[in-house]
């Protein structure tokens, strides 16, 4: 059963309500289709379309934040995310940072771009060319923002500034397991693009790819056919790049591993909120979830993240101006292509029952279709075109695996959180865990453990990303871990010495567990020779009372 959320169904131009269940249904169902957090409904099982904390970790500040802890580690590997600064709390660092670069190459002449966090559809960005031109009154101060240094050669088609919406399918975080849509949207600017000078840093129809902001250019082109227009797809992109001599092979396997990447930064921070939602042991729910990638092609090629979407649009129609004041729906050609596509290999993918698949598949796609003319012969299973859904991961998980550092502190931090359903440590919990670690010694005492817990605690507490708890953070746990390890081992790059304290960590852990085992296993002996001496015991004093009366009198 698909208790598709009604905004869903709405946007997908849906007028069949019956599979539909907005006011929640008794019957426990296999899917959940949520329309914007996993906390929409209260599921205890089946399998939703969201991770619980995943709106969260998309924000702006917190990606800019989890993904300069992967550059903090590898700097090589992730240099596809924009230079970025948190403000306002990073503003002084900012100025200074920029202010050094630029002595060090004066003919860098950098733009910035503010984004402010938990913004979208280009709300409130602006470009300036300084650090004084940052807007830090007013709006600003009430809301953080990232900003970041501006790309300012991005690859053109038609002179057009464009950027990539891919479709990325996290289906299972524990095991990893990612796909990547083989198509994806390009959305254009709809004014000529030019380097960004001080005179046309206000022109968002330039800068800004957004297709809520270019629709309302004069320029905006709606097409039928994929290859033209103000949207078209991802591909007619790449065959033209492939006609001029490109080498689309090594974009796509850059783009797939941008994806994979920037999956491994939020894994670490999304496995802390889904232990505290679904505790281990519990029967459920399992989630996946449908992301969507942003990305900027440079005029190198190289791809760069710009943001990822927890709900992306899934929309396959677009408004359109009939006479002044009338606007109607009508059938995007483009964005069918690529979306249909999309959901049909989410379902098919994340079906629990194999033997239900075709059944669910047909009511889907005969509603999805509902009015848009939807060839419903092609829901036969001979008849579905390939899949869309490529899995990426753990197909390369080779390649990848020793970027995962950050998760194996994170399973440090949730094995010392102690009480159920909590995502902050305390400070016992901390103390425990230098002290099975053995990381406590005659320079470390443990006074200044509970320093470095109160300093680190206080500084993240004090950023308001989360008041609902109190105690310390994933992220500040993961300081105080790239602390402790470039204190042990010096003279190190910080991914050895991060891995190198893990492994040490994993050590003594798995000591003091197979201590436990023998304990507990001596305990068991001990209980179970007791019990055994008392049982013979009682079989002593039954014998002894089943003694013949004149044994008993020998005695
Ligand atoms: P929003 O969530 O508001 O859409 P984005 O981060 O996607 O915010 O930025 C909006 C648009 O601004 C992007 O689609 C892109 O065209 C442009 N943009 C964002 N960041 C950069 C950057 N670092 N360099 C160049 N252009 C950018």
Known sequence: MLPWDARRARAAGSQQASAQFPFGRRLPCDIYWHGVSFHDNDIFSGQVNKFPGMTEMVRKITLSRAVRTMQDLFPVEYNFYPRSWILPEEFPLFVDEVQMMKESDPSWKPTFIVKPDGGCQGDGIYLVKDPSDVRLTGSLQNRPAVVQEYICKPLLVDKLKFDIRLYVLLKSLEPLEIYVAKDGLSRFCTEPYQEPTVKNLHQVFMHLTNYSLNIHSGNFIHSDNANTGSKRTFSSILCRLSSRGADVKKVWSDIISLVIKTIIALTPELKVYYQSDIPAGKPGPTCFQILGFDILLMKNLKPMLLEVNANPSMRIEHEQELSPGVFENVPSPVDEEVKVAVIRDTLRLVDPQKKKRKDIQEKFLAWFADGLEYDTSKTTEAGLPSLC????????????????LVDKVAALFIRFLGVKGTTKLGPTGFRTFIRNCKLSNSNFSMASVDILYIDITRRWNSMGIDHRESGMCLQAFVEAF??????????????????????????????????????????????????????????????????????????
Do not use: M, W
Not at 394 to 400: I, L, R, S, T, V
């Open 482 to 555: 790239f602390y402790l390890a470039q204190k042990k081992y010096k003279s190190l790059p910080l991914h050895e010495q991060v891995a190198s304290l893990i492994d040490f960590c994993e050590y003594h852990l798995a000591a003091l567990d197979e201590k436990r085992l023998v304990c507990g296993r001596g305990i068991l002996e001990r209980r179970s020779a007791v019990a055994t001496s008392q049982t013979e015991g009682l079989q002593l004093t039954a014998s002894a009372h089943n003694t013949p009366p004149k044994a008993q009198s020998h005695s």
């Open 389 to 404: 859904l490529k899995q990426v991961f753990p197909k390369y998980a080779k390649q990848f695996n020793y970027l995962r």
